[in-house]
């Protein structure tokens, strides 16, 4: 029973952008950051992986949460093209939970 429990735990939060915040997984979301295709720095400004970009909002002002930014990239905002051709949904994840973390909005 304990070990379903674990699995079940582990499932969440390898499922949900609002989870785990492992080191390799927000190191994989801060890389994105700046090679996706194409880059979230070349329009946005974030602090944390010293980017200006000067199209879309500024993260570290915005505080967007995991979810919001994970919604933004699958469905993409305004000028924002969608992402959810050219990144797996646990890039999505791991770009969404680093930006969260990276301006404060996720604790």
Do not use: N
Not at 74 to 80: P, T
């Amino acid at each position: 029973m304990r070990a379903a429990a674990a699995l079940a735990l582990l499932a969440a939060s390898a499922a949900s952008p609002t989870l785990g915040d492992d080191p390799a997984r927000l190191a994989a979301g801060k890389k994105l950051f700046t090679t996706a295709d194409p880059p979230c720095a070349l329009c946005h400004t974030l602090k944390d992986a010293g980017t200006s970009g000067k199209i879309g909002p500024p993260l570290d002002e915005l505080k967007p949460d995991p979810e919001q930014v994970a919604t933004a990239l699958r469905q993409g905002v305004g000028v924002m093209p969608s992402y959810r051709e050219k990144l797996s949904e646990e890039q999505i994840r791991a770009l969404a939970r680093y930006v969260s973390k990276a301006t404060g909005a996720a604790k």
